[in-house]
């Protein structure tokens, strides 16, 4: 549980720095998002969680 709370931790972290260092582009790209088709951010969505599944799969058993 403990490794789960510090890569939760990280999580949080990583996804925080855009919004601390680019605000302004951050609201900018929130603008862009809504004129992007639901199928296009469903398969941006799919790709993003596919390569999660591949990083995390490597990270268990490829890592040495």
């Given at each position: 549980m403990?490794?789960f709370?510090?890569?939760?931790?990280?999580v949080?972290?990583?996804?925080?720095?855009?919004?601390?260092?680019?605000?302004k582009?951050?609201?900018?790209?929130?603008r862009?998002?809504?004129?992007?088709?639901l199928?296009?951010?469903?398969?941006?969505?799919l790709a993003?969680?596919?390569t999660?599944?591949?990083l995390l799969?490597?990270?268990?058993?490829?890592?040495?």
């Amino acid at each position: 549980m403990d490794y789960f709370l510090c890569v939760l931790g990280m999580v949080f972290l990583i996804e925080a720095i855009p919004y601390m260092v680019f605000p302004k582009q951050v609201k900018a790209l929130a603008r862009y998002v809504e004129h992007i088709p639901l199928a296009t951010l469903q398969i941006i969505g799919l790709a993003s969680a596919l390569t999660g599944i591949v990083l995390l799969y490597f990270g268990r058993h490829g890592g040495g």
